[in-house]
């Protein structure tokens, strides 16, 4: 499936039938999850298809965050010689 990738971050607080419901409701609008997160992150990740982006709501008043999905590096220098 082509289209953009989402991470959905909850409170912390937020019941697991609150996520498991909004992960469903993300499947049945035609979105894929592809992870749901329930220990140190609380959320799950996302692909919605390109034609459904700009009608597709993530919104909720337990959502804490959404952010684009991707590759994440890390390059640095040792700072002790």
Do not use: W
């Not at 499936?1 to 039938?17: A, N």
């Not at 035609?30 to 009608?55: I, Q």
């Amino acid at each position: 499936m082509s289209g953009s990738s989402y991470i959905v971050t909850f409170k912390k607080d937020t019941p697991d039938e609150i996520i498991d419901a909004e992960v469903q409701k993300a499947k049945d609008s035609g979105a894929e999850v592809t992870n749901v997160y329930k220990s140190a992150l609380r959320g799950y990740a996302v692909t919605v298809p390109d034609d459904l982006v700009t009608s597709f709501s993530l919104k909720h008043e337990n959502v804490e965050h959404i952010e684009a999905d991707g590759e994440v590096t890390t390059q640095g220098k040792a700072l002790l010689g």
